[in-house]
Structure formats: C-alpha cells, structure tokens
C-alpha cells in the first residue's frame, strides 16, 4: 500500500531539493549551453529544432547566443534603473532596424 501523499519520500525529496527537467523548450542551444554549464552542471539540454531561433536583419544583435551590454552604475544590487534603460533601448534600436527594413 502507497503511504499518503504527505507521507511519500520521493515527494518529501522533491520538496527539499527541488524538481529538475533536463530539456528546455525555449532555450536557443546557444543559450542553453551557457546556461548548462554554468548552473546546471551540463545537464540543461535545448528541445531539438531550437537552433531555429535567431534575430535577423541588420542589427548589431543580429543572430544568436548572448549579448553584452555594457552599463556603468553602481550601488544597485537589487534593482538598476541603469541597466532597465539599456534593455528597452537595445529593445527599441533592434525592433526599430528591423522595422526600417520591413519598409
């Protein structure tokens, strides 16, 4: 007989040290890779067809993987308005290159 749920070990388990899913459906390789190695250890692997997933056009974020934005501010740990300010203007410098070549 299978003790109840709040009795089960395995759940017990799970609950302590948390549940993993080795595939990401979102995750370019690229991206996946980093994040793999750096967090996981390498066991963080893309659902296949994610090679698909890349920015084109001419924008300087054009292709795949990570980009680095550099931004200078300090005494943020938490939050840094800085560094929001600079997502949305490579947001809006991306989709606004792309858009003047949809035109």
């Given at each position: 007989?299978?003790?109840?749920?709040?009795?089960?070990?395995?759940?017990?388990?799970?609950?302590?040290?948390?549940?993993?899913?080795?595939?990401?459906?979102?995750?370019?390789?690229s991206?996946?890779?980093?994040?793999?190695?750096?967090?996981?250890?390498?066991?963080?692997?893309?659902?296949?067809?994610?090679?698909?997933?890349?920015?084109?056009?001419?924008?300087?974020?054009?292709?795949?993987?990570?980009?680095?934005?550099?931004?200078?501010?300090?005494?943020?740990?938490?939050?840094?308005?800085?560094?929001?300010?600079a997502?949305?203007?490579?947001?809006d410098?991306?989709?606004?290159?792309?858009?003047?070549?949809?035109?």
């Open positions: 007989m299978k003790p109840p749920v709040w009795q089960d070990p395995v759940l017990e388990l799970l609950q302590e040290k948390g549940l993993f899913f080795d595939e990401t459906w979102r995750l370019h390789p991206i996946c890779e980093f994040t793999s190695e750096l967090y996981y250890r390498g066991g963080l692997h893309s659902k296949s067809g994610l090679d698909g997933q890349l920015l084109s056009g001419k924008t300087k974020f054009a292709g795949t993987g990570l980009f680095v934005v550099p931004v200078e501010h300090s005494g943020c740990q938490s939050i840094s308005p800085a560094e929001v300010e997502v949305v203007k490579a947001i410098l991306s989709l606004g290159e792309i858009n003047e070549i949809r035109r």
